[in-house]
């Protein structure tokens, strides 16, 4: 009896495990979501290097992000990937080879050396291309020239690909996304690679195919570009909240949702609002790339950034995407399964997320079955936007009450006893 079902869930795993090596992209990156730094948000366009030295799209600031991101203290809680986003190319390729050329004022060394300088900080190096005929700049695109692009990427040692979807046919990219996965694949370098696939769709109101971005794709950009604003963040949470059925089940280790770059440290978010931005990212397994000024943030933001209790719950290794569970009296309630799992119980990470904005902290308590935590012992509760501190254990039967301040979150964890 106990061997039969033994033996039947055996086979099941062996399904499931092979299910999972046949329909989703392999090339053995992004097994959590990717941490890292990537220019776009924060630094636009700027090529105006005489008049903005520090904030234009040229080596030295992202050299300088290499810099802040290994000395203090970044890298060591896991940001990884210092990413050009647009505007570092030339208006033409090459005459004679075709290849893509980086502007050669701004970047006079070549992107091969600045992906050797990232290297050698212990880094890794990505850069932002399009699929259509020009970048959503107007710099070349990459759409006939698709596998000399490929290759080009990978002689210069790039770690990560983001590829954007503009001037071109948003019905073509069900066969262009995965034509250059495909040719990154044939170049041999294992290569992030980020797409823009399905937002093109989701704004048209179409319903793109996520086991195709599943299977080409490690991440996906779903829904409209960050802002530096509350509202923007809270347009694309709604995004994941209201479409959490159909896009949740196709994120896992390798292949992600990705919510866009964190605005933290920049113009837009509060503290709390600050907060509210990493909690959600973590609780959704976005990726955490940050997008701002590194050398100029205040150290109230950067500790934000740091939270290291907060960053394991984005890199949960079980990788599943969180939900939200429940939104009345304009809290929402986002939980996510996570490690450790003790006897056969899962842990959770929970945000009580308010969109209040203003007013007094808010009140809210809810009996912890009613959020399906239902392990008999019951749960330790540990605060992860205050070190793991100890709040309290709880029963499932039992009420958890937390205060939300306006606009802010409140984090917790629940370790099964
Ligand atoms: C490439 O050709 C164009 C058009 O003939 C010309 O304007 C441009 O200067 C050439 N670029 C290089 C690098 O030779
Ligand atoms: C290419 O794809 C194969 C099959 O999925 C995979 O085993 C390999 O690691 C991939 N290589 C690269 C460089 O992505
Ligand atoms: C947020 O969404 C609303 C409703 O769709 C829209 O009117 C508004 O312009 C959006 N704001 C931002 C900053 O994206
Ligand atoms: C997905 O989210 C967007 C933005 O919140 C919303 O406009 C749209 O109706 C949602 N789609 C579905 C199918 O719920
Ligand atoms: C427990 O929470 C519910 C709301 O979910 C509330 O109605 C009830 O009064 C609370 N009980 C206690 C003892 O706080």
Known sequence: MWCRILTASLALL?????????????????????????SWQRFRCIIDCDSYPDECISEKLFKTAADVIASEGYK???????????????FQRDNITKELVPDRKRFPNGIKALADYVH???LKFGIYENYGTKTCEGYPGMIDHLELDAQTFAKWDVDYIKVDGCYADYRDYDTGYPEFGRLL?????PMVYSCSWPVYQEIKGLTP???????HCNLWRNWKDIQDSYESLRNITEYFAVNQSRIQPHAGPGHWNDADMLLIGNYGLSIDQSKTQMAIWAVIASPLIMSNDLKNIRPEFKEILLNKEVIAVNQD?????????????????????????????????IAWSSKRIDGAPFRVSA????????????????????????????????NITVRVNPSGVVFYKFTPK
């Open 14 to 38: 062996l399904v499931q495990e092979n299910t999972f090596f046949s329909d989703a992209l392999n090339n053995g990156l992004a097994l959590t979501p990717p941490m890292g730094w990537m």
């Open 76 to 90: 060591d809680v896991g940001y990884e990937y210092v990413i050009i986003d647009d505007c570092w190319l030339e």
């Open 120 to 122: 050698s900080k212990g």
């Open 185 to 189: 694949n044939k170049t041999g370098r």
């Open 209 to 215: 195919n996520y086991e195709a971005m599943k299977e």
């Open 317 to 349: 290794e079980l990788g599943i995407q969180g939900l939200r569970k429940r939104f009345d009296d304009k809290i929402e309630t986002w939980i996510r399964p996570i490690k450790p799992i003790v006897n056969g119980e899962h842990s959770y990470a």
């Open 367 to 398: 009996k912890l079955e009613s959020l399906e935590l239902n392990n008999a012992n019951g749960y330790h509760v540990t605060d992860l936007f205050d070190k793991n501190r100890f709040v309290v254990d709880v029963l499932p039967q039992q």
